[in-house]
């Protein structure tokens, strides 16, 4: 397949920004191979390099002066954005990449900044270049993730099928420096297993 270049950007933090362009990219490289993908971290934050200084990941972390070095050397990019951008950055994120994925929680604060950035989306005339997704889902019985999914799409919004659901093997495994899989966890497993279905819908997308 084609070389993809995958964006991921929020408008609220503590949204799974970085856990998702960690997981997105740690999917890519399991599928494709260790060499196949660059992570680019354009937060001023650095929580994407932070991540790889604790540990290993199975693919390239670079800031973003240093990605021209690293760029030439990978078929697929994923890039972890700083927050909130504007709305020439939103221009900028989806024209130069082939997906951005906008990730959000199901609690009202987050679904009202999300909002935010589709109605910047759509002004610019890009309904069809991103897709939001769905993290911290919490457990059943709890009603909010549900609940979230069905306004989200009764608004119209492009949403991944599959959903991340709430877990503390991320931050252990950010706390590690790897990704969530090789946590000697079950529970972290299935947290794997939902970001590789958010994977699949990806490159089938």
Request: proline share 6%; glycine share 8%.
């Amino acid at each position: 397949m084609r070389g993809m270049d995958i964006t991921v950007t929020s408008h609220k933090g503590g949204v799974g920004k970085t856990v998702t362009a960690i997981h997105l990219a740690a999917y890519l490289s399991l599928v494709f191979g260790e060499s196949s993908t660059l992570l680019v971290d354009g937060d001023p934050n650095r929580s994407a390099l932070e991540w790889a200084s604790r540990g290993r990941l199975p693919f390239v972390v670079a800031s973003q002066y240093q990605a021209p070095k690293y760029l030439r050397d990978h078929e697929h990019v994923v890039i972890d954005t700083q927050g909130r951008p504007n709305r020439r950055d939103l221009e900028e994120l989806v024209e130069g990449c082939d997906l951005l994925v906008v990730p959000t929680t199901p609690d009202a604060l987050a679904l009202q900044a999300l909002m935010l950035t589709i109605e910047e989306l759509e002004a610019l005339g890009e309904p069809e270049g991103y897709k939001v997704l769905l993290t911290s889902v919490p457990p059943w019985p709890v009603r909010s993730g549900r609940e979230a999914r069905r306004a989200l799409k009764e608004a119209g919004v492009p949403l991944f099928a599959g959903e991340i659901r709430r877990r503390e093997a991320f931050q252990k495994a950010a706390n590690e420096g790897v990704p969530v899989y090789e946590l000697k966890d079950r529970r972290a497993h299935q947290g794997w297993e939902d970001y590789e279905k958010i994977g699949r819908e990806m490159v089938g997308a």
